[in-house]
């Protein structure tokens, strides 16, 4: 069985500031992916970032990063010069290979971003 | 670029009826899920299917059944409808069956409310 544990049920961060979401997952499967997902007010869920468990970079795309640390079993999303529009939900997202073909996600962060 | 399409987005039924989610996964995309997000929880998986066959199985209650057509689009069949039964039902695709590689694309949801 897999779990993800993001701690900070609520964040702030001032616009054009960079913000961290923790995310620490276990899984017995030695071959994975990490994803994260932001969920606006709206509803939607919008895949943001993906990270294999063996790609030795980390991910990156625009202004989202991950940052991987595989012995600690951490896969921490940082987000740049935040914006008014970030503000949602963020899960993280565990998919084990070689086993069953589902995510299993975390509680989810709510970030806000101030003006 | 297409996107995974759900209907209806909204859905109000009463206690002890039936309803009907459909999805339209991204055009070449061959496997499709299902999961549930209750209020304020995170999306829980439900079922998954891999070139018309059930792949997987989470926590699907044994009042929904769900299957996925030729033209793969696939349909959330819910009887027996408790207000438990309230939520977003999120369909989301992928392209392949393969390793964890394959992101999941979500779809806008239905929101389902059970009076």
């Given at each position: 069985?897999?779990?993800?544990?993001?701690?900070?049920?609520?964040?702030?961060?001032?616009e054009k500031e960079a913000v961290t979401l923790d995310c620490t997952y276990d899984t017995s499967d030695q071959s994975y992916g990490l994803f994260w997902y932001k969920q606006p007010s709206s509803g939607e869920m919008i895949f943001l970032i993906y990270q294999g468990s063996?790609?030795?970079?980390?991910?990156t795309e625009g202004r989202y990063s991950l940052n991987f640390q595989k012995a600690r079993k951490s896969a921490n999303l940082v987000i740049s010069a935040s914006q008014l529009g970030d503000s949602a939900m963020y899960f993280c997202?565990?998919?084990?290979l070689g086993s069953a073909r589902q995510l299993?996600?975390?509680s989810g962060t709510q970030l806000t971003v101030l003006p | 670029a297409a996107g995974v399409i759900q209907s209806p987005r909204h859905l109000i039924k009463e206690k002890r009826e039936t309803a009907t989610l459909k999805c339209y996964p991204i055009p070449?995309?061959?496997t499709v899920y299902w999961y549930q997000q209750g209020p304020g929880q995170d999306p829980q998986f439900l079922i998954s299917f891999y070139e018309k066959m059930q792949s997987d199985k989470g926590s699907i209650p044994d009042r929904f059944s769900a299957q996925q057509f030729s033209d793969y689009h696939s349909e959330l069949n819910?009887?027996?409808l408790e207000l438990g039964d309230s939520a977003l039902y999120f369909c989301a695709s992928s392209p392949t069956a393969g390793g964890p590689k394959e992101t999941q694309y979500f779809g806008p949801g239905t929101?389902?409310?059970?009076l």
């Open positions: 069985a897999q779990k993800i544990t993001q701690t900070q049920p609520g964040m702030f961060v001032q063996y790609d030795e970079q980390n991910a997202a565990v998919w084990p299993t996600f975390g | 070449r995309h061959d819910m009887s027996s929101r389902l409310l059970v």
